[in-house]
């Protein structure tokens, strides 16, 4: 029994028991292609509107290319779909009683939650992929070489990790999927008030204030700056924009301390 209730045999237990649903997870979407294909199809539909379309009339900072600028501010943007899409899958566990049945099971108490954020990671890099590639085919291109590439990869993908565990709470609170397909429109905002799109500098102070603060922001601030794009953050600037890159590190942080815990709560609650 000791053994059994010992930190490392539930730390054991619950990664085991984790990587068993994420295998679900993924089995779940090779069954639902549809979704995999209109992931895969979001970033050259994206580049196609904003980078051809909206791009024409926007003049990035100090001169350069808009898709250069843009495509930063998509890795940003695609990231924050985490959110949404492991709140719909959370939801829709909860509200047909797949999670009751996992309750039943001696099943570790975080491993339903971490299946559906590792899930949502592994899924994160084939889509980080199709960016890359259509980037690559608009003439985008990481400039200051491999190494802090990877750190801009590392970032995103570190945020998207952390932005799952929202969507896992968020999922956990609503009733049901077709209450967290109603949130789906209020990620919208939250993603167009930063400078993934556009400069902040032409903004309202006050709606400036909020678009610089925005962890959106910081995100993109820190791959152009790693990647050489047009649009890095210089002169007097904000403190989390002139420090990007430890902000999203700041910002990822935070968000796993406070939304694991929330949603290991909200887990046990939906369960009485």
Known sequence: MTALTSPLSRLRWTFTDGLTLVGRELGRLR????????A??????????FG?????????PDGGDYREYLMPGLFAMVTFTAVQGVMGRMAADA???????????PMARLAVPFGHSGADFLVGVPLLAAMVGTGLLVGWQPRHGPLATAGAFGLIMLMRYALSWVGVYLGLAVKDEQSAAQLVPLFLPITMLSNAF?????MPAWLRFIADWNPISALTAATRQLFGNPGAPSGDVVWPLAHPAAT?????????IVFVPLSLRAYARRGR
Request: proline fraction near 6%.
């Open 248 to 256: 999203v590190l700041l910002w990822s942080a935070a968000l796993l």
């Open 31 to 38: 069954q639902e292609p549809g979704q995999i294909i209109a």
């Open 95 to 105: 509200s047909r009683g797949v999670m009751d049945r996992f309750r039943s099971m």
């Open 52 to 60: 051809y379309v909206f791009g024409s009339a926007i003049q990035v």
């Open 198 to 202: 556009v400069p902040t500098g032409g």
């Open 40 to 49: 895969l199809a979001f970033p050259a539909v994206m580049v196609v509107l």
